[in-house]
């Protein structure tokens, strides 16, 4: 496991684009991983305005997002459907046909998580994997529980989870209960592992995950076992790990 911690929130997000761009342009095929939440949209940013100035093509990416809520409307603004398209697919020119988001919307829950499995060993896998870490340590919406060998699914969210991502929905609106979430075992696949951390709140998770026990009750402990994980932390992220031999 490798740790870079930066100054701030704009240094990490600055450091994932350059590793997400360089990815992108030396693989002809390229498969990303894509995540969102707060952390993300700035690394969008990044690599929107590279593509504006003619420095990056999408239209060779493939893109495999990690989780999306179930029982939201479509098209609602709280959903990551929107996110994605908002954030980043209207900017750049990533091809329709090749982007992917959790099918949380169908009922036959089961056959379509199975099918996004699918699609993603047909597009040859995940090459880079963007993540980002819950206060509790999820990935994706892996919740502590959750197996290292669990696959996309239908899950239910946490409390914490709940907690914390009510910020990101209007008061009218319900916080859903239960998402489609890439599994652990399927994020484990990817070549490489990218996880973003920012602010005071996820030092707890973060201390946990990379000095602590690998557990399924700390979801990303499991990347202590990845041959090719990166976590980029910002100073407060980084916290609690005394790391000032670890800087970049
Ligand atoms: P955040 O979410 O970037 O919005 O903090 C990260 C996560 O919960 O995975």
Same mark, same amino acid.
């Given at each position: 496991?490798?740790?870079?911690?930066?100054?701030?929130?704009?240094?990490?997000?600055?450091?994932?684009?350059? @590793?997400?761009?360089?990815?992108?342009?030396?693989?002809?095929? &390229?498969?990303?991983?894509?995540? $969102?939440?707060?952390?993300? $949209?700035?690394?969008?940013?990044?690599?929107?305005?590279?593509?504006?100035?003619?420095?990056?093509?999408?239209?060779?990416?493939?893109? *495999?997002?990690?989780?999306?809520?179930?029982?939201?409307?479509? /098209?609602?603004?709280?959903?990551?459907?929107?996110?994605?398209?908002?954030? *980043?697919?209207?900017?750049?020119?990533?091809?329709?046909?090749? @982007?992917?988001?959790?099918?949380?919307?169908?009922?036959?829950?089961?056959?379509?998580?199975?099918?996004?499995?699918?699609?993603?060993? +047909?597009?040859?896998?995940?090459?880079?994997?963007?993540?980002?870490? /819950?206060?509790?340590?999820?990935?994706?919406?892996?919740?502590?529980?959750?197996?290292?060998?669990?696959? $996309?699914? @239908?899950?239910?969210?946490?409390?914490?989870?709940?907690?914390?991502?009510?910020?990101?929905?209007? @008061?009218?609106?319900?916080?859903?209960?239960?998402?489609? $979430?890439?599994?652990?075992?399927?994020?484990?696949?990817?070549?490489?592992?990218?996880?973003?951390?920012?602010?005071?709140?996820?030092?707890?998770?973060?201390?946990? &995950?990379?000095? /602590?026990?690998?557990?399924?009750?700390?979801?990303?402990?499991?990347?202590?076992?990845?041959?090719?994980?990166?976590?980029?932390?910002? +100073?407060?992220?980084?916290?609690?790990?005394?790391?000032?031999?670890?800087?970049?």
């Amino acid at each position: 496991m490798r740790i870079i911690v930066l100054k701030d929130r704009k240094a990490v997000c600055a450091a994932a684009a350059k @590793r997400v761009a360089v990815f992108v342009e030396k693989d002809k095929r &390229a498969v990303l991983g894509l995540a $969102t939440g707060g952390t993300m $949209t700035g690394v969008y940013e990044i690599l929107a305005d590279k593509y504006r100035r003619g420095s990056l093509n999408f239209s060779h990416v493939t893109s *495999f997002n990690l989780d999306e809520y179930c029982g939201l409307a479509q /098209g609602h603004k709280c959903g990551y459907n929107y996110y994605m398209y908002h954030n *980043f697919f209207r900017h750049i020119n990533i091809r329709e046909k090749n @982007r992917h988001i959790p099918p949380a919307s169908g009922k036959n829950s089961g056959d379509a998580c199975a099918a996004y499995e699918k699609k993603i060993r +047909r597009a040859g896998g995940i090459g880079l994997q963007l993540l980002g870490i /819950g206060t509790n340590g999820h990935i994706a919406f892996n919740e502590p529980g959750s197996s290292f060998c669990s696959r $996309t699914r @239908r899950v239910k969210l946490a409390e914490e989870t709940l907690k914390s991502n009510s910020r990101y929905f209007p @008061r009218c609106a319900k916080l859903p209960c239960y998402a489609v $979430t890439m599994g652990i075992g399927t994020i484990l696949e990817a070549g490489e592992l990218l996880l973003l951390a920012c602010g005071n709140k996820k030092a707890a998770a973060v201390e946990a &995950a990379v000095k /602590g026990p690998v557990t399924t009750d700390m979801p990303a402990s499991i990347l202590q076992l990845h041959p090719k994980a990166t976590l980029i932390l910002d +100073r407060q992220a980084a916290g609690k790990l005394k790391t000032h031999n670890w800087k970049f």
